[in-house]
């Protein structure tokens, strides 16, 4: 709005002048691609659930292939042995989680992520409930060909990542192990992060997270089967 | 507020209005790269506090006040913040030389119509960061006098002077232009 008291036709053809600019058209995309890379996704956004929605026909065909012989080599190494997941493989997980470089699915419990993750994948080890979860997000991801169900929690702040997979799938470390309550928990550390891994009812289970060992067991604690 | 309402309300209400951030930035930056990094920052800090965001309040003038402190804190660092006072401005109205310039603009609206947009910002560009700001506001964004007051810390009475000093200092920018066209007389000499 012009100020009232200008009634001069020049300050009143500047004013819509300058009114003109917010028609000015702008590109954006570079700034959306941009903060892609930082933002976490639009819920209900199926393209960055599913990057191959956003490719053309030659790259999603060739996108197709990869993902054919990725599922073919899933096939053959489900038959072999169970796998030890390293703190760096890890701890590239929890973060990939965190900064929204993974693909993630938007939940608000670990009920929703069991529902979320049993739709994508059947054979998804279910993850156990925790009282009070803040559960954030969610996904299925590939330790060395096995697949590991992901959930993105947050407890008192800090960002925890739970990793739940079969434990015939999984072995545990030969790391520092501390004994709670009956349970044995095996201790590592990549960085700022800290791990903690257990196997319960026939599932192994990590936690990850910049929490110290005491407090991811206190989490650990609390994990119903 | 949980994560997810968060990022259903960065979505809702704030991310539909990127292009006025973008555009705005373009303004003040006066080239893209520039303008993108700015608009980039301004929107992940918005991200970042969309708890402190009021709900029913606008959200156009809270993300323009974020992009200013951005705007300011790297006009800071570089050492170039533009504060200015009333005194430094040019154009005074009483100024003869303001008699002159404005005698010559015969019909300004079809005048300043055949400049393109790139020239207008680029004539912004030549005003001080305050003025610049409160003509943004003010005219671009038609953000009321009481909100623009509000985010530039100042008084209504004092956003009203800039804005219509503002204008005279752009209008005396572009004046070198109007005269190369031939768009304006020229006035009587002797």
Same mark, same amino acid.
């Given at each position: ?17 300058? @009114? ?98 049993? @739709? ?36 008192? @702040? ?43 009812? @026939? ?23 | ?7 259903? /309300? ?8 990127? #292009? ?96 393109? #947009? ?60 109007? /005269? ?11």
């Amino acid at each position: 709005m012009p100020d009232p008291n200008e009634s001069s036709d020049l300050q009143q053809a500047m004013h819509d002048r300058l @009114g003109r600019l917010r028609a000015m058209p702008v590109d954006a995309s570079r700034l959306e691609q941009a903060l892609q890379s930082h933002l976490p996704q639009r819920p209900g956004d199926l393209r960055g659930r599913l990057p191959f929605l956003r490719l053309n026909p030659l790259r999603a065909m060739a996108a197709s292939v990869l993902i054919l012989g990725v599922l073919t080599a899933v096939l053959v190494s489900s038959f072999t042995g169970p796998v030890l997941a390293s703190p760096a493989q890890m701890a590239q997980l929890h973060n990939d989680l965190v900064s929204g470089r993974a693909p993630v699915m938007q939940v608000d419990s670990i009920e929703s992520a069991n529902r979320t993750l049993a @739709g994508q994948s059947p054979q998804s080890p279910a993850i156990p409930s925790l009282p009070e979860d803040h559960a954030m997000a969610c996904c299925m991801q590939s330790v060395k060909n096995k697949k590991v169900a992901c959930v993105l929690l947050k407890k008192e @702040g800090v960002p925890i990542t739970m990793t739940v997979a079969n434990a015939a799938d999984m072995r545990l470390p030969k790391s520092p192990t501390i004994t709670r309550n009956g349970v044995t928990y095996h201790v590592q550390s990549h960085g700022p992060l800290n791990m903690l891994m257990t196997e319960r009812n @026939g599932r192994w289970v990590c936690l990850i997270g910049e929490s110290q060992p005491d407090r991811l067991m206190d989490i650990a604690d609390q994990l119903q089967f | 507020m949980n994560q997810q309402a968060a990022i259903r /309300r960065f979505y809702a209400e704030i991310w539909p209005l990127r #292009d006025v951030v973008l555009r705005t930035a373009q303004i003040l930056a006066g080239n893209v790269p520039d303008a993108e990094d700015l608009a980039q920052e301004t929107l992940l800090k918005a991200f970042r506090f969309i708890d402190t965001f009021r709900t029913g309040t606008d959200a156009k003038a809270w993300l323009l006040a974020i992009l200013r402190n951005t705007r300011l804190d790297r006009l800071r660092i570089r050492g170039s913040a533009g504060h200015i006072s009333l005194d430094e401005m040019a154009g005074d109205p009483a100024d003869e030389a303001y008699e002159v310039e404005q005698s010559v603009w015969e019909r300004p609206a079809d005048v300043l119509n055949k400049f393109s #947009d790139a020239e207008v910002i680029h004539a912004l560009q030549a005003l001080p960061e305050e003025i610049r700001w409160t003509l943004l506001l003010v005219d671009v964004e038609e953000i009321d006098h009481v909100e623009a007051a509000r985010m530039l810390e100042a008084p209504v009475g004092t956003i009203k002077s800039r804005a219509h000093r503002g204008r005279q200092m752009l209008r005396t920018a572009l004046l070198p232009l109007a /005269r190369d066209r031939r768009l304006v007389r020229e006035p009587n000499r002797g």
